[in-house]
C-alpha cells in the first residue's frame, strides 16, 4: 500500500438514518473520517484514517476500506468498549435533526428502535474515540500533503492543529467546524490561522455566529482569521469567500439522492484534494461538491471506492459551468495574488 499523501483525523460512527421519505438505515457503518476518507479516495486513493474504533464496529467495513486502498495503520481499536452511535431524521428541505420525535420513532419497528440513538453528547465517551496526535503513524508526517480534521470538540481541534503545525509547518490543513454552543471565543483566531481553509456547514456556521447568513458568516469567519471560508450549504451548493478574490457561488451536482448522511464530510475530503493540486479555492470545492455527490447516491460510503476519477472529472465540468462570483471581498488578504477571473471547467 502506498504510503498517504492524506490523511483525516475523525470519529468512527454507527449510523441509524431515516430519510425525508420514510426510509430507513439502521446501524451502517459511518463516521465523519469514513466520508471524507471516502470523500479524498474519489479523487486520490493514496489517503489514510487517523481514528479509535469501539468493540461493536465492524472489522469488514474497515476491510473494505482497505481493500479499496485506504490505509488504516492509524485506526486504533479499542477492544474493551462500544464505540459511538448516531442517529439522524432528514426532513424534506435536506436539514436534519439528531433528535428523533415521537412521531417518527413510532413509525420504526420495536426490533430496531433500540439502534437509534445517539450517544455523541457523552463528553467522556466523545473524547475516547477522538483521535490524538499521537494516533498518527510516525511514518506518515514527513511524506503527507494534506490532512483534514472533520467536526471535533473545539480541545481536540486546537491539540491537533497545534500539533501538526510544529510537526510540519508547511503542511496544508483544512478543517470543518468544531462543536460549538458558545460562538467564537479570542482563542479560535489562532485555530483559524493555523489551517489553510475552514469549511462550516451553515448550520454550524450559524451556531458560531448566530443570525448570520452565509455571506456574513464567511466574512466574519475571514476577518476572526479564516483565510479561506467556505460555508456548505447542502441543496443549495456552497459559498466561498476566498483570501484573495472574493465571493463565489458553487452549485450542487444533481445527483440522485440515496441518503445525504457524510455528503459535508466527503465534500471536505474532495477538497482537501483540490486544494493541493490547484492552489485554487473555488476548484478545489468543485473537487469536493463532485465528492459529495457520489456519496449522496448510497447509503454506504464504501460504495464510493469503485468510482474512477475521469467519471469524476466528468461530473467536475457540469458543477464549474454552474460557477459564479457573487461580489468582491471587501476583506482581502494579502497573499500576493491579483484577482481573476476563473475558467468554467479543467480540473
Avoid at 66 to 82: H, P, S
Avoid at 152 to 158: K, V, Y
Avoid at 190 to 212: I, K
Wanted: glycine residues 10%.
Amino acid at each position: 500500500m502506498d504510503q498517504p499523501l492524506y490523511s483525516v483525523l475523525g470519529c468512527l460512527t454507527l449510523d441509524s438514518v431515516v430519510t425525508a421519505s420514510g426510509e430507513r438505515f439502521a446501524g451502517v457503518c459511518g463516521g465523519n473520517v469514513l466520508y471524507a476518507a471516502a470523500g479524498v479516495a474519489i479523487w486520490d486513493r493514496r489517503v489514510g484514517m487517523v481514528t479509535r474504533a469501539g468493540s461493536d464496529y465492524p472489522e469488514a467495513c474497515l476491510q473494505e476500506f482497505e481493500d479499496g486502498g485506504i490505509a488504516l495503520d492509524g485506526v486504533r481499536r479499542e477492544a474493551d468498549r462500544t464505540g459511538l452511535h448516531v442517529a439522524f431524521a432528514y426532513r424534506a428541505d435536506g436539514s436534519r435533526s439528531r433528535h428523533l420525535m415521537p412521531e417518527v420513532m413510532a413509525r420504526i419497528p420495536a426490533a430496531e428502535r433500540s439502534r437509534f440513538r445517539d450517544d455523541t453528547h457523552e463528553e467522556e465517551r466523545y473524547l475516547a474515540f477522538s483521535p490524538a496526535a499521537s494516533d498518527i503513524p510516525a511514518t506518515w508526517l514527513e511524506g503527507m500533503a494534506g490532512v483534514h480534521l472533520p467536526q471535533l470538540r473545539r480541545s481536540s481541534h486546537h491539540a491537533l492543529a497545534r500539533a501538526l503545525r510544529q510537526a510540519r509547518p508547511d503542511l496544508l490543513i483544512t478543517m470543518d467546524a468544531w462543536h460549538a454552543t458558545d460562538g467564537l471565543v479570542p482563542s479560535d483566531r489562532n485555530l483559524l490561522e493555523d489551517v489553510a481553509a475552514f469549511l462550516p456547514s451553515q448550520e454550524d456556521a450559524q451556531r458560531l455566529l448566530p443570525g448570520r447568513a452565509a455571506a456574513a458568516a464567511a466574512r466574519d469567519l475571514h476577518e476572526h482569521g479564516a483565510r479561506h471560508v467556505v460555508v456548505k450549504l447542502g441543496a443549495a451548493g456552497c459559498h466561498i469567500l476566498t483570501a484573495d478574490d472574493g465571493a463565489w457561488h458553487v452549485p450542487p451536482y444533481p445527483a440522485a439522492v440515496v441518503d445525504p448522511t457524510g455528503a459535508g464530510d466527503a465534500f471536505c475530503g474532495g477538497f482537501l484534494v483540490g486544494l493541493h493540486e490547484t492552489g485554487d479555492p473555488v476548484r478545489a470545492a468543485i473537487f469536493g461538491t463532485v465528492s459529495a455527490s457520489f456519496v449522496i447516491e448510497h447509503s454506504s460510503p464504501a460504495a464510493t471506492l469503485t468510482v474512477d476519477r475521469s467519471v469524476a472529472v466528468t461530473r467536475s465540468e457540469t458543477v464549474a459551468r454552474g460557477v459564479r462570483r457573487t461580489g468582491a471581498s471587501q476583506h482581502r488578504v494579502a497573499v500576493g495574488s491579483p484577482p481573476r477571473e476563473r475558467p468554467r471547467a479543467g480540473i
